[in-house]
T-cell receptor, first 110, second 114 residues
Framework: QQQVKQSPQSLIVQKGGISIINCAYENTAFDYFPWYQQFPGKGPALLIAIRPDVSEKKEGRFTISFNKSAKQFSLHIMDSQPGDSATYFCAASRPEKLTFGTGTRLTIIP | DGGITQSPKYLFRKEGQNVTLSCEQNLNHDAMYWYRQDPGQGLRLIYYSQIVNDFQKGDIAEGYSVSREKKESFPLTVTSAQKNPTAFYLC?????????????FGDGTRLSIL
């Protein structure tokens, strides 16, 4: 049973464009929503996170939008750069553990 | 530099063999986790430990075992009962089990079958 659904599976964006990755969850017990960035051969690294009492959080070029009623949240990468090319995972947390989405492979082309 | 060290980076297992993956952290974190990563399936939780000498099964614990004898170490054994062990294994830690404590990951061990 997949509790966090992530889309798209892969995404190609032109340099300078906006990259958007979407996630939806089912379990209303989740109450912390981080995004992780993973480069090939490396472990994931925390990128940005949000709690459901906030509708939006911005850190530099990265923004999380959160819709509690729809049980959806998304990552927006503004002014996408080639260095942003990586796999991105959304996740949802209860106090004991994280549940991850299936990942989005993002490629930024010149 | 504080961090999580996983070893070896690559590991090969023969049929019927048990293998142990090492995970060491010097972040003084209480909680440690093991995940398995397969293409297209994201990360799935194998085992986690909130405190020394205590651990809990995750979503896919069958065929795996762990120990937590020291705060800084959380080794994972892939037993011969795990019939499809080929995957990328990731170890993580967090300060404690509390809400919004970020998990810090090692750089993984890639396990393959000979």
């Amino acid at each position: 049973q997949q509790q966090v659904k992530q889309s798209p599976q892969s995404l190609i964006v032109q340099k300078g464009g906006i990259s958007i990755i979407n996630c939806a969850y089912e379990n209303t017990a989740f109450d912390y929503f981080p995004w992780y960035q993973q480069f090939p051969g490396k472990g994931p690294a925390l990128l940005i996170a949000i709690r459901p009492d906030v509708s939006e959080k911005k850190e530099g070029r990265f923004t999380i939008s959160f819709n509690k009623s729809a049980k959806q949240f998304s990552l927006h990468i503004m002014d996408s750069q080639p260095g942003d090319s990586a796999t991105y995972f959304c996740a949802a947390s209860r106090p004991e553990k994280l549940t991850f989405g299936t990942g989005t492979r993002l490629t930024i082309i010149p | 530099d504080g961090g999580i060290t996983q070893s070896p980076k690559y590991l090969f297992r023969k049929e019927g063999q048990n293998v142990t993956l090492s995970c060491e952290q010097n972040l003084n974190h209480d909680a440690m986790y093991w995940y398995r990563q397969d293409p297209g399936q994201g990360l799935r939780l194998i085992y986690y430990s909130q405190i020394v000498n205590d651990f809990q099964k995750g979503d896919i614990a069958e065929g795996y075992s762990v120990s937590r004898e020291k705060k800084e170490s959380f080794p994972l054994t892939v037993t011969s009962a795990q019939k499809n062990p080929t995957a990328f294994y990731l170890c993580a830690s967090s300060i404690n089990r509390g809400l919004d404590q970020p998990q810090h990951f090692g750089d993984g061990t890639r396990l393959s079958i000979l």
